[in-house]
C-alpha cells in the first residue's frame, strides 16, 4: 500500500482521518475479489459528485447572470463530465495510490479514465466529510482554476450561435444576423472572418477556416461582451458603496 503523505502535498489538503482517503482510493473490484465486508470508495463518489454539482452550479451562476438554465447546465456538464474528471485525477496522479484488485491491476486499471474520474470524485466526497463544504469547495475551486482559469467565459459552449439567440430572444424576437467581411489566405488555407448584428449594431466579430467556424466565434465573442457591461455596472456599484 503506497505511503499516502506525497498525495496529500499534491492535493494541498492534509486528512484529520486518513483512512477517509484511503477509502476513496479503494476501488469496488476490491469487494469483488475479498467479499462484500470490504468497503470501497462508491458511496463517497456518490457523495463527491453531489458536492461537486452543487460547487460548480453556485460558480457558474453567480458569475453569469445573464445565461439561463440552459447555457449553464450545459456548461456544468461540460466542467464534470468524464474526460474532464479523469484529466483531473491524472494531473494528481491517483492512479498511484488506487487500492485495486489483482485482475483490475493486470487490467491497466490504474490508467483507465473511468476508475480516475471515479477516483476523483470519492476524493472530494472524502475531503468533504473530513473538512466539511468549506475545504471541499476551496479545493474543487483550486483544482478547476488551474484547468479553466478564472471562468470568466463560459467554458466549451457547444452552440454560441444557439445561446446568443436564446440571450437576445429575452429582448427581441428579432433574431441576430451574420455577414461575411472578408476571406483570406490561398485556397487550401482560407481564413473567413465574420461579423454578427442584431438590430443594426455589430455585437462581435470572429475569424475561422471556415464560415461556420468564424460565426461562432464572432457569436461567443458577442456573448462575451453583452455580459460585460454588467459586470461593469455592478464592479461600479460595489465601487460606490465602498467610498460614500
Do not use: W
Amino acid at each position: 500500500m503506497s505511503d499516502l503523505g506525497p498525495l496529500q502535498s499534491r492535493l494541498g489538503y492534509a486528512f484529520r482521518d486518513v483512512e477517509l482517503l484511503r477509502l476513496a482510493l479503494t476501488h469496488p473490484s476490491v469487494a469483488h475479489e475479498h467479499g462484500n465486508n470490504v468497503h470501497h470508495n462508491q458511496r463517497l463518489e456518490f457523495l463527491g459528485d453531489a458536492v461537486l454539482q452543487l460547487v460548480l452550479t453556485r460558480v457558474l451562476y453567480e458569475r453569469f447572470p445573464d445565461f439561463g438554465e440552459g447555457p449553464l447546465t450545459k456548461a456544468r456538464a461540460q466542467l464534470v463530465n468524464r474526460r474532464s474528471l479523469a484529466e483531473h485525477g491524472l494531473r494528481l496522479e491517483l492512479g498511484l495510490h488506487l487500492i485495486l484488485s489483482r485482475g483490475e491491476e493486470l487490467n491497466h486499471g490504474r490508467e483507465r479514465p473511468s476508475t480516475l474520474a471515479d477516483a476523483f470524485e470519492a476524493l472530494l466526497g472524502a475531503i468533504f466529510m473530513d473538512g466539511g463544504f468549506e475545504a471541499a469547495q476551496e479545493f474543487i475551486l483550486r483544482q478547476f482554476r488551474d484547468v479553466f482559469g478564472d471562468l470568466e467565459v463560459l467554458p466549451n459552449l457547444e452552440n454560441p450561435k444557439g445561446e446568443l439567440q436564446e440571450v437576445l430572444q429575452a429582448r427581441s424576437p428579432e433574431p441576430p444576423r451574420y455577414i461575411m467581411l472578408s476571406v483570406s489566405g490561398p485556397d487550401h488555407d482560407r481564413v473567413f472572418e465574420c461579423a454578427v448584428f442584431y438590430r443594426k449594431e455589430e455585437l462581435g466579430r470572429g475569424t475561422g477556416k471556415s464560415k461556420k467556424e468564424a460565426e461562432s466565434q464572432a457569436a461567443l465573442n458577442a456573448l462575451v461582451a453583452l455580459r460585460q457591461p454588467a459586470k461593469e455596472s455592478n464592479a461600479a456599484q460595489s465601487e460606490a458603496g465602498n467610498n460614500p
